[in-house]
């Protein structure tokens, strides 16, 4: 029987790893792999086409697959292509997210179970949006709930507009299959184009087909200039990689300065006739000279974006979110059936969930350059990293469960929540001038995110506690007596990182703006997890509070710890307000006030307990009461 759950156990495990092997290949006799490794630049930073497109699919749909109308699945480098070198197939697909169109005044546009739209269906109602945008209020803090709605959609589809003409200027089919034949005719007018302009602007007589020709070249690649999201041309070697790309537009304008065009340019024209004509061997051909053509201009710089493309078909974060899932079920089964081999298989999973997490944060690292923590997502994944590793000591010294079980509750959730974080686009983004410091990301920054961890696996431990105490039977003193000393010894190690971590952000604080302590949010924050902390210790120390008050003390620290990491982002105010996200308003004060009810919960008197512990307690406490009036009598 023991060999058998152990095998059940790895076997799911085993087919949730290559469940997401599996997913990241995609089929075709385009070398689409390929394709999506080639570098561009966005937002100062150089990635692959593959990150763009799964972004952007983010951002319009909440999901990185596209279901067509057929019902074929589209990986986000398939829709990508098609978005950029057949927009008029690309169109068609369902990938704008919009819940209720009626409410927002799209009447006509809904259709039954339907919450996704393609583009084709959005134009009918594009000067309807276009009016509707144009009212609602400039400041998008103080947007209501509607007016975010209509300003997502109407971003959303500036954004799809910009990025299908990344590749190539705004025109139709009959265009799009004549790039190269248009940019050498371009070419061929620049100068004749240039004198026939010099003569009108002279007033001299001038060839005006000539010139009317060449002007609609320089009109239609000005617009391209301004539209076009991608940079994809860098700048000719020997330079920094990371210097500023153009994007096609620009290097064709460029080019009447008498710089010459970039073959790069001519390759995306010819890679896009070619995929659009169907003729696999030509593309394939195309994106090998272009990959090898960045990597004889750039040598050793391009492996972080093949590594990225890698990284972001692995997907080792949705794994471990599904192996932690998979634990706390094992975990669950095993304090009724099989306790010792469920429990032994589970901890095992745990530490190849924390490994494949592991593996998620270091390539975060290698391909950022940067410590760990570098943005809200980037603290989401490595709270969850911190609480699995504490999780792990804690199963390894007590071996009961309850470590794997919260450890892998806390890492799914957090998982969870940098999983909707992801929703806001590039998550690997440039650095803050303020934040570009790499020492104190991995001082500062990266001890007081552990404080969090610790913090918030004390207070699932608590939560736990109270739980158990107050509807389980069979919770029992051990029991109690295990999960008390387990709060107790993470919140001392949360207490010193969050006092060390506050200590380092003052002296960060002191060199970046002056002052060692300005009373801002996030710093107000840290110094309450220290306080709330001090205070758990002083009243354990002291006798303050048994177990009721100070598991009610612990789980009031997942409150003031939420309000130090996203609360302070949704003020007005603040020096480190860099991550604003107002739609998770809702979600804090719904996790306060679970918080606050697990709270009142933990001080319910011992008779409401059920469990053994309770009523021992409970029989206590009546014991002391009648010895207290039997003395009063006396």
Not at 124 to 132: A, N
Not at 217 to 234: C, E, G, M, N
Not at 337 to 343: I, Q
Not at 523 to 537: F, S
């Amino acid at each position: 029987m023991k060999k058998i759950i152990y095998l059940i156990v790895f076997s799911i495990a085993a087919l949730v790893l290559l469940g997401g092997l599996r997913s990241s290949k995609v089929e075709s006799d385009f070398d689409l792999e390929a394709f999506a490794e080639l570098p561009v630049q966005v937002g100062g930073r150089i990635k692959p086409l593959d990150s763009v497109a799964r972004n952007t699919l983010l951002i319009l749909s909440g999901r990185q697959k596209v279901v067509t109308d057929e019902g074929l699945t589209l990986s986000p480098i398939e829709w990508f292509i098609d978005l950029t070198m057949r927009p008029e197939v690309a169109d068609t697909y369902p990938i704008f997210k919009i819940e209720f169109p009626d409410d927002l005044g799209l009447v006509g546009l809904a259709k039954q179970g339907q919450r996704y739209y393609s583009f084709n269906e959005l134009l009918p109602f594009s000067e309807e949006l276009r009016r509707l945008y144009a009212e609602i209020n400039p400041a998008p803090e103080l947007r209501s709930p509607y007016e975010k709605q209509i300003a997502d959609i109407n971003n959303g589809l500036m954004r799809y507009h910009r990025v299908m003409h990344s590749l190539h200027p705004v025109g139709g089919a009959e265009r799009l299959d004549r790039l190269v034949d248009e940019y050498q005719s371009y070419l061929a007018t620049i100068q004749p184009g240039m004198v026939e302009l010099r003569k009108q602007q002279a007033g001299e007589e001038f060839d005006a087909a000539l010139l009317k020709r060449f002007i609609t070249f320089a009109d239609d690649y000005l617009k391209l200039s301004t539209t076009a999201y991608l940079r994809v041309v860098p700048p000719p070697p020997p330079v920094e990689l990371l210097e500023d790309w153009k994007n096609i537009g620009l290097e064709l304008l460029d080019v009447m300065k008498d710089d010459p065009l970039s073959p790069y340019v001519t390759s995306y024209a010819s890679l896009t006739m070619a995929y659009r004509s169907g003729d696999a061997e030509q593309f394939n051909r195309e994106v090998r000279e272009l990959r090898e053509r960045f990597i004889a201009d750039f040598p050793g710089d391009i492996s972080r974006v093949h590594y990225e493309r890698v990284f972001n078909g692995l997907q080792p974060f949705y794994i471990s979110m599904q192996l932690y899932v998979l634990i706390f079920l094992a975990v669950c089964i095993s304090w009724l059936r099989w306790p010792k081999e469920l429990a032994k298989a589970a901890f095992w999973v745990l530490v190849m969930a924390f490994l494949i997490h592991t593996f998620g944060l270091l390539s975060r690292m290698y391909i950022q350059g940067r410590p760990p923590v570098t943005n809200l997502y980037s603290s989401a994944v490595f709270v969850g990293w911190g609480a699995v590793l504490l999780g792990i000591l804690i199963e390894k010294f007590f071996k009961n469960g309850i470590g794997a079980a919260m450890a892998s509750l806390v890492g799914f959730c957090t998982l969870i929540i940098a999983h909707h974080l992801a929703m806001t686009g590039d998550t690997l983004e440039m650095m803050r001038a303020v934040l570009d410091s790499n020492f104190w990301l991995a001082t500062h920054v990266v001890i007081i995110t552990f404080g969090y961890s610790a913090i918030f696996l004390a207070g699932a431990l608590a939560i736990l506690f109270v739980l158990l105490g107050v509807f389980s039977s069979r919770f029992n003193k051990d029991t109690a007596r295990s999960l008390s000393a387990m709060v107790y010894g993470i919140i001392c190690f949360g207490t010193l990182f969050s006092l060390v971590g506050t200590i380092l952000g003052g002296i960060w604080a002191d060199q970046s703006w002056g002052r060692f302590w300005g009373w801002d949010p996030k710093e107000n924050g840290a110094l309450m997890i220290v306080i709330m902390g001090a205070i758990y210790l002083h009243a354990r120390w002291g006798g303050i509070c048994k177990d009721r008050g100070l598991m009610a003390l612990a789980i009031w620290g997942n409150i003031i710890t939420a309000w130090s990491w996203f609360g302070t982002n949704m003020l007005p105010v603040g020096l480190h307000s860099y991550g604003r996200m107002d739609s998770a308003y809702a979600w804090l004060i719904g996790f306060v006030l679970v918080q606050l009810v697990l709270t009142a919960t933990a001080l319910l008197p011992w008779r409401f307990w059920r469990s053994e512990f309770g009523q021992a307690n409970n029989r206590k406490e009546k014991k002391r009461s009648l010895i207290a009036a039997e003395d009063a009598e006396a």
